[in-house]
């Protein structure tokens, strides 16, 4: 970029000094947001797609931030991770999820599993099946309460401490969910060696469902290759009618999405569920 000269130096680090600095500012912002009471879970429902029922909810992360709004876990994770506080961060959601299915016991939620996502960070600690232990004890749920949502590249790149961390959760009782399935080109052999009790489709998947060609392929082989191997498959992302057909037509066990709910907070979620 030497030879382009002042200007286009100055065109090109401007923004980029601006993108360096919101990054620091988020991440120093990060360090308290728990302790502020910034970090909130949306709640989405898992619908069973045979019976109308709800069997499941999911917990999102979200960032309260008191100048910027709202921030999608998609733009502050990665900095949590890429800073070492996602086990932090990562510990509090897991606290507040189970404090919150805790609080549904009473509801037309009560006795649902709630399903985490994991940073590959958190897999990689040895402590992590003991802290998830120990918030379920705190609330008095079993390990039924939980379910883990973790990618594909974490098996994937399945190291000596990601591996005995797993059989550990396993070992506990907390069922293991392979998320955004079919995204991340892996080897599958990683399904005989932990029994994972579910896989979900991604919405990349779903979006373009029926029509698109590759979308029904995709989709719909998946949903034959998790039947196969005897494991529950759920489509995340559906948003229309017509995308709920076509699962429920190819066997699709649940479905999440729009369709059904936006992630709600707990509260209103429980609502939600009642009035159904
Ligand atoms: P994900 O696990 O694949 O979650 C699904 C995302 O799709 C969520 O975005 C959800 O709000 C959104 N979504 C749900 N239904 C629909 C729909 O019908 N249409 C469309 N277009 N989108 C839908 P969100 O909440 O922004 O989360 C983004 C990602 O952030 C998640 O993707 C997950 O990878 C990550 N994430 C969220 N919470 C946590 C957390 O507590 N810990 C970690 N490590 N990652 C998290
Ligand atoms: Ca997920
Ligand atoms: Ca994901
Ligand atoms: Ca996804």
Known sequence: ???????????????????????????????????????????????????????????????????????????????????GQIARIGDWVLAEACRQCAAWRETALAGLPVAVNLSAAQLG???????????????????????LEMTEGLFFHETEPVRSTLQSLQRSGLQLVVDDFGTGYSNLGYLKRFPVAKLKIDESFVRGLPEDTEDVVISSTLIRMAHGLRLRVIAEGVETAE?????REHGCDEAQGFYFSRPLAGADLARWAQRR
């Open 1 to 83: 970029a030497k030879h382009g000269g002042r200007n286009r130096y100055c065109f090109f680090t401007e923004p980029m000094n601006r993108r360096v600095q919101q990054r620091l500012e988020m991440e120093s912002g990060l360090r308290d947001a728990e302790r502020r009471g910034e970090l909130e879970l949306g709640y989405q429902p898992q619908v069973d797609i045979a019976s109308g029922a709800v069997v499941g909810v999911e917990a999102l992360v979200r960032w309260r931030h008191p100048r910027h709004g709202l921030i999608s876990p998609a733009n502050f994770i990665p900095v949590a991770e890429e800073s």
């Open 125 to 147: 600690r040895s402590d992590l099946a003991e802290g998830i232990l120990r918030h379920l004890e705190a609330y008095g749920l079993p390990s039924s309460a939980l379910q």
């Open 243 to 247: 995308q709920l057909a076509f699962l």
